[in-house]
């Protein structure tokens, strides 16, 4: 990494720094505009064209979010009749539009798709922390409720036509984003989902970046060892919210609020598009688990295997025992 991606990197450090710590609209839209300049650069790639397209369209999104959320804070002054009703769907249409939540997600699977591992990693946890707390000091019921079920049968069904596991990871993105839109409508702890989503991709992308997998047919071919297998096991059974993996802490946070908030209904829906996303999971786990293949010794990089199979089994274990 050399010193323009460090100085790329600070530089998205302290505009999401800039917009938690700030008071007032516009430094927190300055500070997503900072976050923005950041990323671009530091997304490009000479040597992939693809990179050159998926910073193009990622500008124009998020220009066009940061121009409607803009003019909604513009309106303030100048609207007095039914304010609420007409900026606060507009600010939360420009925050949706820079998440990439249902229905305005298009864009984020395609861009997805044409970066790195590292670079997706960024994208779908740093680069969203700026956006949600601009959404939780704004938060419309109605809107809301709307957006949670439409990225929740998005990132469900999204997932299930496509080969590509980048794809398959922004359809999941946006699903997880739906359970977080839900803990922040309970005015809980948004953030504590935040940040076990952002430990459980953390060792996801390793893994994949490690194998160089970027397709479904790569799985079975690039998995070498039965510990390996255990590996991308735990990883997606993790990613899909099985107990007693780590991913299931979050959603069983989620499911007690929503027992204790009477709101039944809308948790059966979530849970059942959960199991849609776990369907996908399994898909990538039926090519070597269905599929007679030579299996190696255990030895091939045991150590950074089973440090991803501690932190997507064992740690969660833990959680739960100290809790308890």
């Known amino acids: 990494m050399n010193f323009s991606k460090i100085m790329f990197l600070t530089i998205m450090f302290f505009s999401t720094v800039l917009v938690m710590s700030s008071s007032n609209w516009i430094s927190m839209w300055m500070g997503m505009e900072m976050n923005l300049m950041a990323f671009i650069p530091f997304i490009y790639k000479k040597k992939e064209k693809k990179t050159a397209q998926a910073m193009m369209i990622y500008f124009l999104v998020q220009s066009m979010g940061s121009m409607i959320i803009l003019f909604s804070i513009l309106m303030n002054k100048m609207i007095h009749i039914n304010f609420m009703s007409i900026t606060s769907y507009l600010i939360i249409i420009g925050i949706m539009l820079k998440l990439g939540a249902a229905p305005f997600h298009n864009w984020f699977p395609e861009v997805v798709s044409n970066l790195g591992w590292i670079e997706n990693l960024i994208l779908m946890t740093w680069q969203k922390i700026a956006p949600m707390i601009l959404l939780s000091n704004f938060i419309n019921k109605d809107i809301l409720l709307m957006n949670i079920i439409l990225s929740s049968m998005v990132g469900a069904i999204g997932g299930l036509n496509t080969t590509s596991l980048r794809k398959i990871m922004a359809y999941s993105s946006i699903n997880h984003m739906s359970w977080m839109f839900l803990m922040m409508l309970m005015q809980t702890q948004w953030f504590l989902y935040l940040l076990i989503y952002t430990l459980m991709l953390i060792t996801t992308f390793i893994y994949f ?5 970027f397709y479904l047919n790569q799985v079975n071919s690039k998995t070498e060892s039965i510990l ?14 099985l107990p007693p993996f780590l991913g299931f802490l979050p959603k069983w946070m989620v499911i007690n609020s929503m027992i204790n908030s009477n709101m039944m209904m809308l948790m059966l829906f979530m849970l059942s598009m959960s199991l849609l996303t776990l369907f996908y999971y399994m898909r990538i786990m039926s090519s070597f688990m269905l599929i007679y293949s030579s299996i190696q010794s255990w030895n091939y990089k045991k150590n950074k ?8 089994f064992m740690l969660p274990t833990f959680l739960i025992l100290s809790f308890w």
């Open 305 to 312: 295997m089973m440090t991803i199979m501690f932190v997507n």
């Open 209 to 213: 970046q490690d194998k160089k997998m």
């Open 228 to 241: 390996e297998k255990f590996t991308i096991s735990s990883i997606m059974l993790s990613m899909g919210g």
